[in-house]
């Protein structure tokens, strides 16, 4: 099979074994995935991934080795974390924080960027008709935007702000949207704030935020080292900072204020796929102005490079093309 590999380099494998589901796994056909940072951090070296990236993809199931065969020749998104199921953690329901566990195309387990990929069938949910491919690439970050309702209560008094305007801010902005909060959505780019904008979501540029300590909750998804300070300018004293970017970098962090101000500081990291399939189904946000580019397999080295553009928003693999 075709597949893209990192190992100190992406390139182009025209001869890559197609992968073997064990037992409790399903063999996928990839027919769509998008570009993620993560994915783009893993070129830099985050989590020292080595092997075929990517987790945002959207499928056909075309073998099961499950006594459940009921997705057979159905379309599936994937949950990327795939834990031991043993530990305290997997019998929780946290598989997310299994110590043995692998996940999709960052740790352990190779990705989408390939015509084949396997999951374990628990992982993977049946995408409704009613949502496209287009659409269904998007569930596994709309999940991760998603979850941070479920780690914070929003009350609609509460004045919330989004840092970023990356695909990964504007998700969480949409997202947040829904809990009627007092919702600003900080970035540089206007073209990308006036996707947010036409989704009566309040923008402001990033030059023009107050420093003023004023807002209850603050979402950092810049997708840079510098993200935590600001989110640390702007929240109001007992407020909360939900961090979101994964960086490949390091920076040194003066810890004094947050214990002064004594702020709630929150890890958020991958959700739950229903909550996102739901909203995509019920055309509760429009996730499709994201689309930057849709490239085929051949072209994904292109894809990369066209994804790390300023003006980017999501680029997407089209395995039928």
């Given at each position: 099979?075709?597949?893209?590999?990192?190992?100190?380099?992406?390139?182009?494998?025209?001869?890559?074994?197609?992968?073997?589901?064990?037992?409790?796994?399903?063999?996928?056909?990839?027919?769509?995935?998008?570009?993620?940072?993560?994915?783009?951090?893993?070129?830099?070296?985050?989590?020292?991934?080595?092997?075929?990236?990517?987790?945002?993809?959207?499928?056909?199931?075309?073998?099961?080795?499950?006594?459940?065969?009921?997705?057979?020749?159905?379309?599936?998104?994937?949950?990327?974390?795939?834990?031991?199921?043993?530990?305290?953690?997997?019998?929780?329901?946290?598989?997310?924080?299994?110590?043995?566990?692998?996940?999709?195309?960052?740790?352990?387990?190779?990705?989408?960027?390939?015509?084949?990929?396997?999951?374990?069938?628990?992982?993977?949910?049946?995408?409704?008709?009613?949502?496209?491919?287009?659409?269904?690439?998007?569930?596994?970050?709309?999940?991760?935007?998603?979850?941070?309702?479920?780690?914070?209560?929003?009350?609609?008094?509460?004045?919330?702000?989004?840092?970023?305007?990356?695909?990964l801010g504007l998700l969480i902005a949409l997202a947040l949207n829904l809990s009627q909060s007092e919702l600003l959505l900080v970035g540089k780019y206007p073209v990308k704030l006036n996707i947010a904008e036409k989704q009566h979501i309040k923008t402001a540029l990033l030059e023009d935020l107050s420093s003023k300590r004023q807002f209850d909750l603050v979402v950092e998804a810049t997708g840079s080292v510098d993200g935590f300070e600001l989110a640390r300018k702007v929240v109001r004293p007992r407020g909360k900072v939900v961090l979101?970017?994964?960086?490949?970098?390091?920076?040194?962090?003066?810890?004094?204020?947050?214990?002064?101000?004594?702020?709630?500081?929150?890890?958020?990291?991958?959700?739950?796929?229903?909550?996102?399939?739901?909203?995509?189904?019920?055309?509760?946000?429009?996730?499709?102005?994201?689309?930057?580019?849709?490239?085929?397999?051949?072209?994904?080295?292109?894809?990369?490079?066209?994804?790390?553009?300023?003006?980017?928003?999501?680029?997407?693999?089209?395995?039928?093309?």
């Amino acid at each position: 099979m075709k597949a893209l590999v990192f190992e100190d380099r992406l390139f182009m494998e025209d001869n890559m074994p197609k992968p073997v589901p064990v037992q409790r796994e399903a063999l996928v056909k990839v027919k769509m995935a998008g570009i993620c940072k993560t994915d783009l951090e893993i070129e830099k070296g985050y989590m020292g991934f080595k092997g075929i990236p990517g987790h945002e993809f959207v499928g056909v199931v075309e073998e099961s080795k499950d006594g459940d065969q009921s997705l057979l020749g159905k379309r599936v998104v994937g949950e990327i974390n795939c834990g031991c199921k043993v530990c305290n953690y997997c019998l929780q329901g946290l598989e997310t924080h299994c110590p043995e566990r692998t996940t999709l195309g960052i740790d352990g387990r190779d990705g989408c960027f390939a015509e084949y990929l396997t999951l374990p069938v628990a992982n993977l949910i049946e995408v409704p008709e009613g949502i496209t491919n287009e659409e269904a690439v998007f569930t596994e970050p709309l999940a991760a935007a998603f979850e941070i309702m479920n780690q914070v209560h929003i009350k609609p008094s509460d004045q919330v702000c989004v840092l970023g305007d990356g695909k990964l801010g504007l998700l969480i902005a949409l997202a947040l949207n829904l809990s009627q909060s007092e919702l600003l959505l900080v970035g540089k780019y206007p073209v990308k704030l006036n996707i947010a904008e036409k989704q009566h979501i309040k923008t402001a540029l990033l030059e023009d935020l107050s420093s003023k300590r004023q807002f209850d909750l603050v979402v950092e998804a810049t997708g840079s080292v510098d993200g935590f300070e600001l989110a640390r300018k702007v929240v109001r004293p007992r407020g909360k900072v939900v961090l979101k970017s994964t960086i490949a970098g390091n920076k040194e962090l003066n810890l004094t204020s947050l214990v002064l101000d004594e702020i709630t500081m929150i890890g958020s990291r991958c959700g739950a796929f229903n909550p996102a399939l739901k909203a995509l189904e019920r055309k509760m946000l429009n996730v499709k102005p994201l689309i930057s580019g849709i490239y085929s397999l051949d072209k994904i080295i292109e894809a990369y490079e066209a994804s790390k553009r300023k003006d980017a928003l999501k680029v997407l693999i089209d395995f039928t093309l």
